[in-house]
DNA sequence: CCAGTAATTTACCTCGGGGTAATTTACTGC
DNA sequence: GCAGTAAATTACCCCGAGGTAAATTACTGG
């Protein structure tokens, strides 16, 4: 649960890799661990718990814990549950060039996989703020969704406006699967995956 | 939000459509609304509200609010709120006979839409008895997700397990997603989104 | 009229959630 | 040594969640 690092949670001092004496530390003047290290750290379980409960029912003290530091922590580094939901928002969409394919979206989400259902929360209530600011982050991959599909249904002839809509929820969702069935199978790599998509489309392609 | 039934929610005496005077009630002796009745009600609340929100966030004050009775309704008659959840899950496969095609998944879930979110719940936790459950509630749906994409496969000589797997997800995946778009296009009937899917289905499968 | 009972409510308990004020720890620079 | 300050904790508040015991309502059948 927790990345690979040395310190224990929740041990009481977090003597991890500080530095007494005077060795000279290489940032400025900072005490227990570094605020962007613990910001990065409390970013990574968030997505992780955001990702597997939705946003309605994660819990902020299982989020602390799970780094092995206190809720106020939590509080005086990002304000509110919902300040911590947007970071990761924000963390998630800064995470990668914009996709441009398939293989690129498997490769921003390899390490953060659950990165995908904070974007795609069923949780967040419509009319909210946060519904809109996770409506806004996934702008990038809905775009993608879009242009993929509506091009299938040019080549078509079809013009239906519902069904291009329609069509790039169904992209957007068969992806989604996709990642859950990733996180279930978590020895298989982002260019596994890449391929398996590949290769599966051909597959629903062929003639019948 | 209720079926269109004439009581208005939230009136203290629930005085629907109770007969007074001696006229003889066409069920056994009972008073206020009939249990059946009453069950009915409440699980087509709980399906809606389940499927919004998930198992986690769901609200029991809010199913019963939305059904206009108070919360010890809901204990006396369904024990407690997994035991509620496991009714839904019952009910909702009991709704059909089991689909043989896509057109009949969307004909069963016409009017209870969200009842396909409250089988596919990704707030249930892995381990747990409700994951078991629903897990075993969509054996049939399952199944014919299992059985159509295995013969897409095998017609191409694909014989991997994981491919299989992989692709009975994406199915089911881009089904929920068509459940998702239809839900927020309530005007859509369920043969116009089994006509919908068909024309997707086919420009897909379309020469490029 | 009276028991009996289904249907339903009021009022409460406890626990975990989000959130905060005040404090302690442990280092740096002077 | 002494401020000063970043990092982090303890201990609390309030509320809404799930859940329950005990009453009340409104009808039935005898």
Redesign the pocket.
Known sequence: MNTARGSSPAT????GP????????PG?????????R?EAQILAAAVEEFGRHGHAS?????I?RSV??????L??YF?????LYLACLEHIASSGVPPRVLAAVFGVLEGQREAWFVLYDRTLQPGSDLHSAAHAHRAAIDRLAASGTAEVLRAQGNEDLLDADALKHVWTGAVGALVGWWISHPEQSATEMAARCARLLAAIRAPH
Not at 12 to 15: A, G
Not at 28 to 36: D, F, I, L, Q, S
Not at 58 to 62: D, F, T
Not at 79 to 83: A, E, N, W
């Open positions: 009481p001092p977090p003597s500080r530095r007494t004496r005077t060795g000279a530390p400025a003047g900072t005490k227990g661990v570094p605020r962007a613990r994660a819990s902020m003290a299982s602390a092995g530091v206190t809720k106020p922590m509080y005086t304000g509110s549950k919902d300040g």
